[in-house]
Nanobody
């Protein structure tokens, strides 16, 4: 089992920044690719970004490319999502997730086994 706990969400004005954290416990965190997803009210859960177990490879949704940065610190069992130039359309609950299989980074939520409870991000215009 892997337990994931997100933090760092909140209310920010458009153009502002937030950094989300996802702390992992349980099985060996450093073995797994990690992803961030988000879900706005009334919408499906969308892929945001993913990072390989080593941190050397990353993958972003087109909607956040150039604004968001995913990173990880395996010594701290934590993955981060730095969000800059936030827009009202970034408002959503943000979830981190772990992919325990060995495969290329992917945006399919079905491929991720463990999920956190989510943290709310609200961007005001």
């Amino acid at each position: 089992q892997v337990q994931l706990v997100e933090s760092g969400g909140g209310l920010v004005q458009a153009g502002g920044s937030l950094r989300l954290s996802c702390a992992a416990s349980g099985r060996t965190f450093s073995n797994y690719a990690m992803g961030w997803f988000r879900q706005a009210p009334g919408k499906e859960r969308d892929f945001v970004a993913a990072i390989s177990w080593s941190g050397r490879s990353t993958y972003y949704a087109d909607s956040v490319k150039g604004r968001f940065t995913i990173s990880r610190d395996n010594a701290k069992n934590t993955v981060y999502l730095q969000m800059n130039s936030l827009k009202p359309e970034d408002t959503a609950v943000y979830y981190c997730a772990a992919d325990v299989s060995i495969r290329p980074l992917n945006s399919d939520s079905d491929k991720y086994t463990y999920w956190g409870q989510g943290t709310q991000v609200t961007v005001s215009s």
